[in-house]
Nanobody, 121 residues
């Protein structure tokens, strides 16, 4: 059983900062990558940022220069530092991981339960 547990969401004023954390726990053999997606009301879920186990990152154009993703491999944890937040960043943020449990031949995708980020203007 694999779980992704998120923390760090909340309410912040425009221009402020928040830091999200996501820890993967359970039966994990290896992790390919971890990242964050978000979904605003009435919109599709979109990739925000992703980091591979080797440290390669990619970001949505809308957050480049404002958000930073980092990982702690021994702790199977990923962080998303969000600066200069805008009202349009308001969404439920979901942690995502592509990983291989010990019993598996292939990698599987897992999701966290989501954490609300609200940016007021």
């Amino acid at each position: 059983q694999v779980q992704l547990v998120e923390s760090g969401g909340g309410l912040v004023q425009a221009g402020g900062s928040l830091r999200l954390s996501c820890a993967a726990s359970g039966s994990i053999f290896s992790i390919n990558h971890m990242g964050w997606y978000r979904q605003a009301p009435g919109k599709q879920r979109e990739l925000v940022a992703r980091i591979t186990s080797g440290g390669i990152t990619n970001y949505a154009d809308s957050v480049k220069g404002r958000f930073s993703i980092s990982g702690d491999n021994p702790k199977n944890t990923v962080y998303l530092q969000m600066n200069s937040l805008k009202p349009e960043d308001t969404a439920v943020y979901y942690c995502n991981a592509l990983l291989k449990p010990p019993w598996a031949v292939y990698e599987y995708e897992y999701w966290g339960q989501g954490t609300q980020v609200t940016v007021s203007s």
